[in-house]
């Protein structure tokens, strides 16, 4: 139980582009997802809490009108990253709390590598 | 000095041995721990959660929790080379907005 998928695994575009990464829960509803970011050999650094219905709560530092996070539903989480630049290549992950008990740990997809030529 | 400390390593050791990994706390609120396995260009993989101080073991697998030494560990026996990975640990408090706090991440290298 508690999966959680990420798409895509990975993603190269030009310079300028805007990318969009999906994060679901499959087998269970999550209220709040959270989206990190990690540079290699590094440990997790939040970006941002993305909560059903309401507007995200962004980490200090990181800019929301770049970061753009939707939470429509109970089970989807989308991050986009609007007018992407070289910086901004990264590794992107995505985690999920299970709906009906806040006490419980959070569940991570797969990442998504971002490569930004 | 940061919320959560953790020997990144790398630590290298032979099949079969037993391994410890450790992370120091400074905040007395936390009351959830959790150890994770990352393999590289992976997500983070839930191995242990434990709530306040005590012991749990889960196959090969053991966590501790000492929160008067402010203190928690991951036992691995009998370590495969397929345990070759980064472990991060993991913890929260019951309050304020449930952050979870990651350490650095150990590497570990378990050697065929």
């Known amino acids: 139980g508690a999966v959680v998928s990420q798409h895509p695994s990975w993603v190269i575009c030009k310079s300028g582009t805007s990318v969009k990464i999906e994060c679901r829960s499959l087998d269970f509803q999550a209220t709040t997802m959270f989206w990190y970011r990690q540079f290699p050999k590094q440990s997790l650094m939040l970006m941002a809490t993305s909560n059903e219905g309401s507007k995200a709560t962004y980490e200090q530092g990181v800019e929301k009108d770049k970061f753009l996070i939707n939470h429509a539903s109970l089970t989807l989480s989308t991050l986009t990253v609007t007018s992407a630049h070289p910086e901004d290549s990264s590794f992107y992950i995505c985690?999920?709390?299970?709906?009906?008990?806040?006490?419980?740990?959070?569940?991570f997809g797969d990442g998504t590598r971002l490569s930004i030529l | 000095q940061k919320e959560v400390e953790q020997d990144p390593g790398p630590l290298s050791v032979p099949e079969g041995a037993i391994v410890s990994l450790n992370c120091t706390y400074s905040?007395?609120?936390?009351?959830?721990f959790m150890w994770y396995r990352q393999y590289s260009r992976k997500g983070p993989e839930l191995l242990m959660y434990t709530y306040s101080s005590g012991n749990k073991e889960d196959g090969r697998f053991t966590a501790q929790v000492d929160k008067s030494s402010k203190y928690i560990s991951l036992f691995i026996r009998d370590s495969q080379p397929s345990d070759s990975a980064t472990y991060l640990c993991?913890?929260?408090?019951?309050?304020?907005?449930?952050?979870?706090?990651f350490g650095a991440g150990t590497r570990l290298f378990v050697k065929a």
């Open positions: 993991a913890m929260r408090a019951n309050t304020g907005g449930f952050k979870t706090i």
């Open positions: 905040n007395s609120a936390f009351q959830y």
């Open positions: 985690s999920a709390r299970v709906l009906w008990d806040s006490n419980q740990p959070q569940h």
